[in-house]
């Protein structure tokens, strides 16, 4: 569902570098603030929005009491803009939702295929699954262009507490189209109920095709979140 034409105020409560390339933003949790984990956000400047993309992920979980996007630096307007914020500054929600069903589903199994900076949603979801002590049967599988793997340490906590959850580092560095992709056949679970790809548009248009044609997966059992480079 997604929740069009409003106007919620969001104050900046804290700005986080996470490594030479991203970043996350956290903000006061409006009042009576409500999402679903897997949730977007389209987040605005007061005054008019410079140029550049509007629409983020929410990397928090609905049970904390903060919202937070994390994303990759950018050379647009508005990313630079983004990237300069200071605690009590202030931006407001113009929508939110999501109108793709990239939400978990209960007693249904997962598999989530991140790459890079797409590993913000799953966060979301992941956190809520920790902190509500989920048993659901979740797999994910984490791509990086390095080793600098973004919430790599909550990862790890989630992985002791969750019964049902494993994860898959995967670093692309040396690894060519035709390695990476039998390395995804490898370890991918081909009977899981979902299966959701977040990351670069490339990344997952790529990972879906491989689903569909390589193994053979419905694609009415896909949900996808692409990541713009602005």
């Known amino acids: 569902m997604i929740n069009k034409n409003v106007n919620i105020h969001l104050t900046v409560k804290r700005v986080e570098a996470i490594n030479d390339t991203s970043m996350s933003v956290f903000f006061e949790r409006p009042k009576g603030f409500e999402y679903e984990p897997g949730d977007w956000m389209d987040i605005n400047f007061y005054g008019g929005n410079p140029s550049g993309g509007i629409t983020y992920s929410l990397s928090s979980s609905p049970t904390e009491d903060m919202l937070s996007i994390t994303f990759k630096l950018g050379i647009s ?51 809520e699954m920790s902190d509500n002590n989920n048993k659901n049967d979740v797999q994910l599988v984490y791509l990086n262009k390095d080793t600098s793997f973004i919430f790599a340490e909550e990862i790890e906590l989630w992985k002791k507490q969750l019964p049902n959850f494993t994860v898959h580092y995967i670093d692309t560095t040396l690894l060519n189209r035709k390695k990476r992709e039998k390395l995804l056949i490898g370890l991918i679970n081909k009977n899981a109920h979902q299966y959701f790809i977040a ?20 694609a009415k059992d896909i949900r996808i979140d692409s990541f713009g480079g602005y």
């Not at 605690?87 to 890079?116: C, T």
């Open 199 to 218: 990351g670069p548009e490339g990344m997952v248009e790529a990972t879906e095709h491989l689903l569909i044609d390589d193994m053979g997966i419905n």
């Open 77 to 127: 307007s508005f990313k630079k803009r983004l990237q300069s914020l200071k605690p009590d500054d202030e931006m407001y929600i113009s929508q939110y939702g999501n109108d793709y069903g990239f939400h978990l589903k209960e007693n249904r199994s997962s598999v989530l295929i991140a790459g890079g900076i797409g590993i913000a949603p799953f966060r979301s979801m992941l956190k």
